[in-house]
């Protein structure tokens, strides 16, 4: 058996004594996907939840142009495509990032399982809630947070201390990601970090980017 394999038995064993949302991965059509596999076109109808049991996928949106923003990352043990159970339309597009494997789970599906478990409809609720939340703030960061400040909030909030005072970005990003994660062009990225990495406030560490001194308030 694959490791990958076993990471996703694990996820759906033991339905009985685990968490509501393993029970409910156990009731979907378990699939496998292979890296850059879109899971999800923005604008297209559907009534599927996608429960991620194994891998990581990336919601982002794009304009008439092609430009791209990312709007979050989702790990392992967490779940998208809420948003389209009312019956719309999809808000935005999903891609996998690595190999991964998702539970399918029909709105017929999940509207039972709330009927016997009801306190699932809360963790729903919570999500969408949240999301809600995060894609307020997104905005509020592009209309009154310049490029700068944006760029140091995200590298901030995705970054692990570690034991030597330093911190560690939890993944790797490139300066395309970055550029997309925060709206703005991948040239712009490119200008603020190499000015940061000469005054000696981030490096590259396990070819992460690695936050050597608090970053300065301004650019």
Request: net charge neutral; with cysteine.
């Amino acid at each position: 058996m694959s490791e990958l394999s076993a990471q996703t038995d694990a996820f759906s064993s033991n339905a009985a004594t685990s968490t509501p949302l393993h029970r409910l991965a156990a009731l979907g059509d378990v699939r496998h996907y292979r890296k850059g596999t879109i899971l999800i076109h923005e604008s297209d109808h559907g009534d599927t939840l996608f429960i991620v049991m194994e891998g990581r996928v990336k919601v982002f949106s794009t304009d008439a142009n092609g430009r791209e923003i990312t709007l979050g990352v989702i790990v392992s043990g967490d779940y998208f495509g809420e948003m389209a159970l009312d019956g719309g339309v999809r808000s935005a597009s999903v891609i996998t990032l690595e190999p991964a494997v998702c539970s399918l789970v029909s709105r017929a599906t999940l509207l039972a399982f709330i009927g016997q478990e009801p306190g699932f409809a809360l963790d729903l609720l919570g999500k969408v809630i949240r999301r809600a939340r995060s894609a307020t703030n997104a905005v509020r960061n592009l209309a009154f947070t310049d490029v700068y400040g944006r760029i140091t909030q995200l590298l901030t909030e995705l970054a692990e201390p570690q034991p030597d005072g330093t911190a560690l970005m939890r993944e790797r990003m490139t300066q395309q990601d970055i550029a997309s994660r925060v709206g703005c062009s991948r040239e712009m990225v490119s200008r603020i970090m190499k000015d940061l990495e000469a005054g000696g406030y981030v490096g590259v560490r396990d070819r992460r980017i690695a936050l050597l001194a608090r970053l300065p308030a301004r650019w």
